[in-house]
């Protein structure tokens, strides 16, 4: 069985799409593409990811990006037996979630079932609804003796700690790439999305009294399970650091060592080894820093183990998928606090 898993994440940046084979014994990363949203694209959907938004918008939105998925699919080499979609997240609390990305759209085009909606489920059984991709860390990076750590850093850093003998433990750790992001559009004036190799953030300093302040928010002293999103750090949360006066590079330099610091900080205990994949593993700071924070650990990415640093979450969603298909729970209510393991998603013939 192939199954292709689409992913597009909170940082805007597009679509990935992973096709992964299974068979009797175990399974394979066949392909996997990345397709970038258009400018247009990411501003639009930053306009209903943010605040108030007319109903009208995010229904366009909703069919828009069934056709974008589509259109990614129809670059891979070969067909596939079912494709899981995540959707494009534009609301996220406590109790509720919104994923946009209409997957009758995506059916009707590619003549393929389809797996979405999955985070809702797990909120009707007490869950957060995320995170969900712990499921397959889980599957895949457990080891008998030695305690790793799955790190995402995409728009949301999240990790998922394993340790032997133990239940995973999974939650947000708070930004990833979302607040680097946004300064970054700032400080270029809308010609860079991100900071490409921290070039801006490296002409900046630190400034200590802001990261502290900015440590001492209440999320990072929330025990888990716990999740987070663009309502907690997007265009508002930037303002408020606008508003401070700093410097635009000093604010940039400070952003990414938040994203390493409150990483870092979640971790109750040092890890033997933390694992890392996502956007933010191609900042040479936000890893320089991690590794400086976290002396005890070996820090690796996801690719030391086949899989690509931008293919970890769509290859989760084409496992989380299958499981769905095969009627299979596909949460772990230790990491998303559900009161017990459900069938995740929609299916759509």
């Known amino acids: 069985m192939r199954v292709a898993g689409?992913?597009?994440?909170?940082?805007?940046?597009?679509?990935?799409?992973?096709?992964?084979k299974f068979s009797k014994g175990g399974w394979t990363l066949e392909e996997h593409i990345d397709v970038p949203y258009s400018r247009a694209t990411r501003e639009g959907l930053l306009s209903i990811s943010n605040a108030a938004t007319h109903?009208?918008?995010i229904a366009r939105w909703n069919f828009k990006l069934?056709?974008?998925?589509?259109?990614?699919?129809?670059?891979?080499k070969a067909p596939v037996d079912l494709i899981g979609c995540h959707g494009q997240t534009v609301f996220h609390e406590k109790g509720c979630t919104l994923q946009l990305g209409e997957a009758a759209i995506l059916a009707e085009r590619t003549g393929t079932p389809v797996v979405s909606n999955f985070r809702p489920r797990d909120i009707a059984a007490g869950g957060q609804g995320a995170p969900l991709v712990p499921f397959v860390d889980d599957l895949l990076f457990r080891h008998k003796k030695l305690r790793r750590v799955a790190l995402n850093i995409g728009g949301i850093a999240n990790v998922t700690v394993l340790a032997p003998g133990q239940d995973a433990v999974a939650f947000d750790t708070g930004p990833g790439n979302m607040v680097i992001d946004q300064l970054a559009w700032v400080v270029s004036k809308g010609k860079q999305t991100y900071d490409r190799g921290a070039k801006l953030a490296r002409q900046g300093k630190v400034n200590q009294p802001l990261l502290a302040d900015l440590l001492a928010a209440p999320y990072f002293k929330k025990r888990a399970p716990k999740s987070c999103g663009r309502e907690q750090y997007g265009r508002e949360f930037v303002a408020s650091l606008l508003a401070t006066q700093v410097p635009l590079l000093d604010l940039m330099a400070t952003a990414t060592v938040l994203t390493a610091a409150s990483i870092a900080a979640g971790l109750s205990e040092e890890a033997d080894e933390l694992i890392a994949a996502g956007g933010g593993t191609l900042n040479p700071m936000i890893m320089a820093?991690?590794?400086?924070?976290?002396?005890?650990?070996?820090?690796?990415?996801?690719?030391?183990?086949?899989?690509?640093?931008?293919?970890k979450e769509a290859v989760a969603f084409a496992m989380l998928a299958r499981q769905?298909?095969?009627?299979?729970?596909?949460?772990?209510p230790s990491a998303t606090g559900a009161r017990r393991a459900v069938v995740l998603g929609q299916i759509t013939p």
Do not use: C, Q
């Open 324 to 332: 769905t298909w095969l009627r299979r729970p596909g949460n772990l």
């Open 289 to 311: 820093h991690l590794a400086a924070l976290l002396p005890g650990t070996r820090v690796t990415t996801t690719a030391e183990f086949g899989i690509p640093v931008m293919a």
């Open 55 to 57: 109903t009208a918008d």
């Open 66 to 76: 069934g056709e974008l998925y589509a259109k990614a699919m129809g670059k891979l």
């Open 6 to 20: 689409i992913m597009s994440g909170t940082s805007l940046d597009g679509i990935s799409v992973a096709v992964v």
